[in-house]
């Protein structure tokens, strides 16, 4: 089982930055891939960004060049770090763990999520 605590989150205005981080614990963690989604009201949840084997990254096309995945396997902490944020990027966000599909931006594939943070751009 795989427990993630995400955090990081605020109110920022257009063009300015936020961190994301997600701490995950468990014994069998590291047999996961990890990503981060979204949803804001009255929409589906939506892959912003994933990580697959080898550290190879995807990325939803809306956020490409802006936010950035990483993973820090000695603090079990995964990272989206985004910047440039807009207006349309409101959203609560959640990572995610998946036992079998990596890289994937589909939520149906992840096993495990956290409880999210909400991000609030203002225009």
């Known amino acids: 089982q795989v427990q993630l605590v995400e955090s990081g989150g605020g109110s920022v205005q257009a063009g300015g930055s936020l961190r994301l981080s997600c701490a995950a614990s468990?014994?069998?963690?590291?047999?996961?891939?990890m990503g981060w989604f979204r949803q804001a009201p009255g929409k589906e949840r939506e892959g912003v960004a994933a990580?697959?084997?080898?550290?190879?990254?995807t990325y939803a096309d809306s956020v490409k060049g802006r936010f950035t995945i990483s993973q820090d396997n000695a603090k079990n902490t995964l990272y989206l770090q985004m910047n440039r944020l807009k207006p349309e990027d409101t959203a609560m966000y959640y990572c995610a763990a998946s036992r079998f599909y990596p890289g994937s931006l589909q939520a149906l594939r992840y096993n495990y999520w956290g409880q999210g943070t909400q991000v609030t751009v203002s225009s």
């Open positions: 468990g014994s069998s963690y590291s047999r996961y891939y």
């Open positions: 990580i697959g084997t080898l550290g190879h990254t």
